[in-house]
């Protein structure tokens, strides 16, 4: 089990921005696919979007708003989501596996997650 630590969640309103941020240790950030998830009230765990060799997403909807984005410098993962709808609304989970996958149970690792809040 490796320690993620997930910061920038928040309250916004429709159609602003938001930028999360995962901090990783190494060998972690380097070695393993790192992904961000979502958990809105009263539904599963959900695919948001991933880093291995190259970012992947969970589909084209969330590819042409959100940004998946890594400094090794800062061992950092982040995920800018733009024009935010009250859908994203939810917990976000960083999460970390041993290869890529869209699949909750393909991460080994998890963190703590960050509140995403965009009212009706």
């Known amino acids: 089990q490796v320690q993620l630590v997930e910061s920038g969640g928040g309250l916004v309103q429709t159609g602003d921005s938001l930028r999360l941020s995962c901090k990783a240790p190494?060998?972690?950030?380097?070695?393993?696919?790192m992904g961000w998830f979502r958990q809105a009230p009263g539904k599963e765990r959900e695919f948001v979007a991933a880093?291995?060799?190259?970012?992947?997403y969970a589909d084209d909807s969330v590819k042409d708003r959100f940004t998946i984005s890594r400094d090794t410098a800062k061992n950092t993962m982040y995920l800018q989501m733009n024009s935010l709808k009250p859908e994203a609304t939810g917990v976000y989970y960083c999460?970390?596996?041993?290869?890529?996958?869209?699949?909750?149970?393909?991460?080994?690792?998890w963190g703590r997650g960050t509140q995403v809040t965009v009212p009706e």
């Open positions: 880093w291995r060799f190259n970012p992947y």
């Open positions: 999460a970390a596996g041993p290869y890529a996958s869209r699949a909750a149970n393909g991460y080994t690792s």
């Open positions: 190494e060998p972690t950030f380097t070695n393993y696919n």
